[in-house]
């Protein structure tokens, strides 16, 4: 596997190229999430459709990322993996399936898995309270701790 400062071929790809960068207009969930010890910064936008069961589906997905090779990567990969999804199934992805699909991370970097899939759930989240959704008491606590930290990271900035 050629390596890159410890960086697969596939998430160095990711970070030259990345996917489904930016906003999406008058989205259904947007998830902010940061770290403050390495300053990555993450914003999942989703827009949700239903499929041909009723189910909702992340019909589209963006992000922006300001961070570092591991973060583009990670939160770029992400919105490839969720697409045409349903929210039931995408909530059920881990930081190891981005890792694995990435061909893996130094483990400095593993955060970076972790800081994606919580812009995924704070985004879900967001949609589910905009739509007046059942919110589980798992997704409840992953946003109390998400938003204890950005607003922490707004404090200092």
Not at 43 to 69: E, H, L, P, R, S
Not at 91 to 99: A, G, H, N, S
Not at 105 to 111: N, Q, T
Request: hydrophobic share 35%; charged share 30%; aromatic share 8%.
């Amino acid at each position: 596997m050629a390596e890159t400062y410890g960086y697969s071929k596939k998430v160095m790809q990711l970070f030259k190229h990345p996917h489904n960068m930016g906003e999406i207009k008058n989205p259904d969930g947007v998830g902010k999430v940061g770290n403050v010890l390495c300053g990555d910064l993450m914003w999942m936008y989703i827009k949700v459709g239903k499929n041909k069961k009723g189910q909702d589906i992340i019909k589209d997905a963006k992000v922006k990322t300001f961070g570092c090779i591991a973060a583009i990567s990670t939160s770029s990969v992400l919105t490839d993996m969720i697409k045409g999804k349903t929210i039931e199934k995408v909530m059920k992805l881990r930081e190891d399936d981005i890792v694995k699909v990435l061909g893996g991370l130094p483990p400095v970097k593993y955060h970076c898995s972790v800081l994606a899939t919580e812009a995924l759930k704070e985004a879900v989240y967001d949609y589910y309270k905009k739509n007046k959704k059942f919110i589980s008491k798992d997704l409840q606590a992953i946003h109390k701790r998400v938003k204890s930290v950005r607003e922490n990271i707004e404090h200092v900035h």
